[in-house]
């Protein structure tokens, strides 16, 4: 009861500064002789994208950036992006500018510095390039105000999904809808990939095709070589034991356990990937394994480990960017998620919006939760990725790679 007291103090607050923001705006348009009469779709000659969240959602944003370049062939594009995976976005193909939105501030001071940074980005370095629309391709929760950067930037029409899509966001985004001219309210759980195509169709476009991309260089590609060209083995398969919660992290003793059977019977080679956050989990199971293993974590740009991940015929783990990266790379996937199989599918935990897209897969998922209704689902929920047990992963394996599998196992 107090939680969800306290999260509508916190959507009070969010629909206060929205209204201050709004009225700071109507302020500023006094001074300004700009006219900003909405643009026909027809005529677009600026279009500016704000994907400024994090690894994994981007990745999932890339056909939605192929298919935009599609529709707009003669546009000029500008990508607003998070400044964690700005190496990864820099190769893309289908953008012209990339501008990077600091966020690298503790999450509990975001709703007090974060509007002021998204007002200077859009008023003072977007506004003058005098956008004709603004895309925000995030159908759940905007907790980075990309679209009070879409507001500022006083693009002529700004473009994305309603704070009513869920309960949750109607809360954590209470007044956002009122920053676009056009809302779209689409309330139906698809993948992430589906939800961000969605704003092709309202543009008039027709997808011509969904995967998932990423785009490395020779750089890149000769730095995976070396790090690799040791290895006596064929058979290359990537864990990634890290997650950015506890609750949704397989026990690092199970991953040790499932390497040692993975180099028995399949004589494979492992490596770990993950982000610095992920160094201690690495070592540890790199230094009960060993021979044969090498840890990443925390010592590749996302690209390299792009490249590294194009290399692997298998990927082990939690539900994380470094699944994307790996499915982007057209890597079979066995995904060991923390999400109960009866969760509400509109859940970002949910594989049902985030599971691995467009590759042989097999996710495995903790037993019925046994709840009422999906309003009372909470992170309590999410605290029983230890049900999957080491078994299940290998049955997973089996299954996806019968090619490899020894005679008689």
């Not at 990443?296 to 590294?308: E, F, P, V």
């Not at 057209?330 to 969760?343: L, N």
């Amino acid at each position: 009861m107090m939680k969800k007291k306290s999260l509508m103090h916190y959507s009070n607050i969010i629909f206060l500064q929205t209204k201050v923001a709004l009225i700071l705006s109507s302020i500023l348009k006094q001074f300004s002789a700009r006219n900003d009469q909405k643009t026909d779709l027809s005529h677009i000659k600026k279009v500016l994208v704000l994907k400024t969240d994090e690894i994994g959602d981007f990745v999932l944003a890339s056909a939605f950036l192929r298919e935009l370049r599609l529709h707009f062939l003669n546009a000029r594009i500008t990508l607003v992006v998070n400044s964690a995976i700005y190496k990864l976005a820099e190769l893309c193909p289908y953008v012209d500018k990339i501008i990077v939105y600091k966020q690298d501030i503790p999450r509990y001071l975001r709703p007090f510095v974060l509007p002021w940074r998204a007002f200077q980005l859009g008023y003072y370095t977007l506004r003058p390039e005098d956008f004709d629309i603004a895309l925000v391709p995030r159908w759940d929760m905007n907790t980075d105000y990309s679209a009070y950067v879409a507001y500022f930037s006083s693009a002529k029409r700004r473009i994305g999904y309603t704070e009513h899509v869920n309960s949750r966001k109607q809360l954590v985004n209470k007044g956002f809808d009122l920053m676009l001219t056009d809302i779209i309210s689409d309330e139906k759980s698809q993948h992430e990939v589906e939800k961000n195509l969605g704003l092709i169709r309202y543009l008039g476009g027709n997808p011509s095709s969904d995967f998932t991309e990423l785009w490395i260089n020779s750089e890149d590609e000769n730095f995976a070589d070396k790090m690799l060209a040791h290895l006596s083995t064929k058979r290359l398969i990537v864990f990634c034991p890290g997650a950015g919660k506890s609750n949704r992290q397989w026990p690092s003793d199970r991953f040790v356990e499932l390497g040692k059977w993975l180099q028995t019977d399949y004589d494979a080679s492992l490596i770990i990937v993950g982000g610095d956050e992920d160094k201690p989990v690495g070592e540890c199971i790199h230094n009960k394994l060993n021979k044969g293993t090498i840890d990443c974590t925390g010592r590749t740009t996302l690209r390299q480990t792009a490249a590294l991940l194009k290399r692997c015929h298998l990927y082990v783990g939690n539900d994380t960017g470094s699944m994307h990266m790996a499915a982007a790379m057209r890597v079979p996937i066995v995904e060991i998620s923390c999400f109960p199989i009866d969760g509400p599918e509109w859940h970002w935990n949910s594989p049902c919006r985030f599971g691995p897209w467009q590759v042989p897969r097999r996710i495995l998922q903790p037993g019925k939760m046994f709840f009422d209704s999906s309003d009372v689902f909470a992170d309590e929920h999410l605290n029983h990725i230890n049900e999957i047990s080491v078994e299940q992963v290998k049955d997973a394996i089996r299954e996806l790679l019968p090619e490899i599998i020894r005679e008689g196992n």
